[in-house]
């Protein structure tokens, strides 16, 4: 992904003129061969836009994004459709994202059917990406709401891995189910990747989920991607003061290190009208003056990225 950038634009009414809304603003990151890279953040910073943006499900304003050496912002809504079969996505929510009126077989099928895969193959794939995600084939038969929330989230992952694809976007996946069932997930998505070679653009407000699952992490605030580190890097020395404020703000069991949480100054603000220069200075417990006027940009930094004055010179 280079200089991706997104801008809302909210229809001018009575009441306010016509607003824009900078929702992802000038991302840059790559995604490896068999690799997870954690997206976090804030609701409203931009990290399901950039998801979606890879997807092509919501039209970059601009910049480009690469896939095996083809920018696919300029692919034709056919080339897009065949490349769907390697770039595939899985939302948080399986039943909103499933119509209930399907039996889980049809459901399965939309892909296979999309895609114009023979017919004389649909029972093996069904049967065998059932065995992948760890049901039954008596589930095919089923409908959504006859299901458990783990159960439909293994359905929605069915069919989004049913065409054998290279990348899934998942888009705050687990954070709708009990704790108990997320860690059956997570340790679901660890084996496909490895039995399939995935690589995962892994979405997630929880730095505990993508702990656990990421190899990288990318920190965004505000539409802006501040930090990316390798995951020890980043847990054990957050380098950008957002982060450090998100790190400290996960739960402890040690009563001792609680005493260390860093409260934010004020509220998220607006991404209507965001802050001038470094979009956190209002909230940075280090904000010097340059911070008010000049947007830092991402550079190399202890071999990470990291978009703060602190570190520049
Ligand atoms: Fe804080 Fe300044 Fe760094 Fe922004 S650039 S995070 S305001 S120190
Ligand atoms: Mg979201």
Redesign the pocket.
Same mark, same amino acid.
């Given at each position: 992904i280079k200089n991706l950038e997104k801008i809302f634009t909210a229809k001018k009414t009575l009441f306010q003129p016509k607003q824009y809304v900078h929702a992802v603003n000038g991302v840059s990151l790559e995604l490896n061969d068999r690799e997870t890279i954690g997206i976090v953040g804030e !609701?409203g910073c931009g990290? !399901?836009t950039t998801g979606r943006c890879i997807l092509q499900l919501i039209k970059p304003t601009s910049g480009d994004i690469i896939y095996q050496g083809k920018n696919i912002t300029t692919l034709t809504k056919n080339e897009m459709n065949k490349l769907r079969e390697n770039i595939q996505m899985v939302f948080q929510d399986p039943m909103a994202s499933m119509n209930p009126k399907l039996s889980v077989r049809e459901i399965l099928s939309e892909p296979l059917i999309a895609h114009k895969v023979p017919k004389s193959q649909h029972e093996q794939l069904l049967k065998e990406t059932m065995d992948l995600v760890g049901l039954s084939d008596s589930h095919l038969t089923r409908f959504p709401h006859e299901m458990s929330g783990g159960q439909r989230q293994r359905i929605g992952i069915a069919r989004a891995i049913i065409l054998k694809p290279k990348i899934v976007v998942l888009?705050?996946p687990v954070s709708a189910l009990d704790v108990s069932v997320q860690s059956q997930i997570l340790n679901l998505l660890q084996d496909l990747q490895d039995e399939l070679g995935l690589s995962y653009f892994f979405?997630s407000h929880d730095l505990g989920v993508v702990e656990h699952i990421a190899h990288r992490v990318g920190v965004m605030y505000l539409g802006e991607m501040v930090e990316i580190a390798d995951k020890e890097q980043l847990f054990e020395k957050p380098l950008h003061p957002y982060t450090m404020a998100l790190m400290s703000a996960i739960p402890k069991t040690d009563p001792d290190e609680v005493k260390d949480r860093i409260i934010l100054k004020g509220e998220l603000p607006s991404p209507s009208n965001p802050p001038t220069g470094c979009k956190f200075h209002p909230r940075c417990n280090y904000a010097k003056d340059i911070c008010k006027t000049t947007r830092p940009i991402i550079t190399e930094v202890e071999g990470r990225k990291v978009a703060c004055h602190l570190y520049q010179e």
């Amino acid at each position: 992904i280079k200089n991706l950038e997104k801008i809302f634009t909210a229809k001018k009414t009575l009441f306010q003129p016509k607003q824009y809304v900078h929702a992802v603003n000038g991302v840059s990151l790559e995604l490896n061969d068999r690799e997870t890279i954690g997206i976090v953040g804030e !609701s409203g910073c931009g990290k !399901s836009t950039t998801g979606r943006c890879i997807l092509q499900l919501i039209k970059p304003t601009s910049g480009d994004i690469i896939y095996q050496g083809k920018n696919i912002t300029t692919l034709t809504k056919n080339e897009m459709n065949k490349l769907r079969e390697n770039i595939q996505m899985v939302f948080q929510d399986p039943m909103a994202s499933m119509n209930p009126k399907l039996s889980v077989r049809e459901i399965l099928s939309e892909p296979l059917i999309a895609h114009k895969v023979p017919k004389s193959q649909h029972e093996q794939l069904l049967k065998e990406t059932m065995d992948l995600v760890g049901l039954s084939d008596s589930h095919l038969t089923r409908f959504p709401h006859e299901m458990s929330g783990g159960q439909r989230q293994r359905i929605g992952i069915a069919r989004a891995i049913i065409l054998k694809p290279k990348i899934v976007v998942l888009d705050e996946p687990v954070s709708a189910l009990d704790v108990s069932v997320q860690s059956q997930i997570l340790n679901l998505l660890q084996d496909l990747q490895d039995e399939l070679g995935l690589s995962y653009f892994f979405i997630s407000h929880d730095l505990g989920v993508v702990e656990h699952i990421a190899h990288r992490v990318g920190v965004m605030y505000l539409g802006e991607m501040v930090e990316i580190a390798d995951k020890e890097q980043l847990f054990e020395k957050p380098l950008h003061p957002y982060t450090m404020a998100l790190m400290s703000a996960i739960p402890k069991t040690d009563p001792d290190e609680v005493k260390d949480r860093i409260i934010l100054k004020g509220e998220l603000p607006s991404p209507s009208n965001p802050p001038t220069g470094c979009k956190f200075h209002p909230r940075c417990n280090y904000a010097k003056d340059i911070c008010k006027t000049t947007r830092p940009i991402i550079t190399e930094v202890e071999g990470r990225k990291v978009a703060c004055h602190l570190y520049q010179e």
